[in-house]
């Protein structure tokens, strides 16, 4: 069974800083999608950034990037310039890649909660 | 396009009443998902639907959870007798189809008194 790990239960980061989170996973399928999701007190889980295991250049989303390890298992999370607005629980999600069977649920990791300060 | 719409947001219920936690996927998605989040916990699957089917429920309790997504209407997560343990954020989240992007509705919280 795929199981996906955060080591960082908290973080902080200055305002306009860069950050990064962890993230390590443990399959045994060659094909699947990494995901990050940015929940903030109104609960909202929002997409920050998704790769597939195939592609072996590293996703990008504005000032959101990853650091995908596919040999290593990691899947870090850099923010830049960090913003207010970025304060949140972080979530690292493992998805199988569909072939055609019924799996199409996401496996999360305990998540990072992040401070951001002024 | 309205959102994945879920309903309540906030649920009380005491010990031993039924809960009844609803979902409206978005429009043109046929695929249904449901998660519990515990304090302090990630998201855990519990069941994935499609239209008036099951298709893996291999995250749901064994007993007093039950879930539904009829042809016409919302999905549908009962929980029969509820407990103090049941008390937890529950997610819906909906697909166009399998393999597809997954849109998260906002929760329910349920809160067991």
């Known amino acids: 069974a795929q199981t996906v790990t955060q080591s960082q239960p908290e973080m902080s980061v200055q305002e306009a800083e860069t950050v990064t989170l962890s993230c390590t996973y443990d399959?045994?399928?060659?094909?699947?999608?990494l995901f990050w999701y940015k929940q903030p007190p109104s609960r909202q889980m929002i997409l920050v950034i998704r790769?597939?295991?195939?592609?072996?250049q590293n996703a990008t989303e504005n000032r959101f990037s990853v650091n995908f390890q596919k040999a290593a298992k990691s899947f870090s999370l850099k923010i830049s310039d960090s913003q207010l607005g970025d304060a949140a629980m972080y979530f690292c999600?493992?998805?199988?890649?569909?072939?055609?069977?019924?799996?199409?649920?996401?496996?999360f990791g305990k998540g990072t909660k992040l401070s951001v300060k002024p | 396009n309205a959102g994945v719409m879920q309903n309540p947001r906030h649920l009380v219920r005491r010990r031993g009443q039924e809960a009844r936690l609803r979902c409206s996927p978005m429009?043109?998605?046929?695929?249904v998902y449901w998660y519990r989040q515990l304090p302090e916990e990630g998201l855990k699957f519990m069941v994935y639907?499609?239209?008036?089917?099951?298709?893996?429920e291999s995250g749901m309790p064994k007993e007093r959870f039950s879930a539904e997504f009829p042809k016409e209407g919302p999905s549908i997560l009962r929980i029969q007798q509820v407990v103090r343990g049941d008390s937890a954020a529950y997610f819906c989240?909906?697909?166009?189809?399998?393999?597809?992007?997954?849109?998260f509705g906002q929760g329910t919280r349920l809160t067991v008194v």
């Open positions: 989240a909906s697909s166009e189809g399998l393999g597809t992007e997954a849109f």
């Open positions: 399959t045994s399928e060659s094909d699947y999608y």
């Open positions: 790769q597939e295991a195939y592609k072996q």
């Open positions: 999600a493992y998805r199988t890649f569909y072939y055609g069977g019924s799996q199409g649920n996401l496996i």
């Open positions: 429009k043109g998605h046929s695929h």
């Open positions: 639907l499609q239209k008036e089917n099951i298709i893996d």
